[in-house]
């Protein structure tokens, strides 16, 4: 199954490893915030160190709901998207 992960959390670092780990899921990108945005939440984990360590494509997003964030998601064609 090809997945999308959406987030910026420490949750969202847990799910990413799991996510990874898991041979039954194909983790197209994870889709988080700029750094520079980090102050959205009082809990915001940068996940660049992560998502390299783990070969997983992180894409950076002001906005989810964004016109271009939508359609890279559909270009990305997953069946589940995890937020």
């Not at 949750?11 to 990413?16: F, N, P």
């Not at 992560?50 to 997953?78: F, G, K, M, Y």
Request: glycine share 4%; hydrophobic share 55%.
């Amino acid at each position: 199954m090809r997945a999308v992960l959406v987030g910026a959390v420490e949750s969202t670092r847990v799910a990413l490893k799991c996510l990874a780990a898991s041979s039954a899921w194909d983790l197209a990108a994870v889709l988080t915030l700029p750094v520079t945005l980090g102050h959205r939440h009082s809990d915001f984990v940068d996940l660049s160190g992560d998502a390299a360590a783990l070969a997983t494509r992180l894409v950076t997003v002001s906005n989810i709901n964004a016109q271009s964030s939508l359609e890279l998601i559909e270009d990305l064609a997953p069946d589940y998207i995890f937020v």
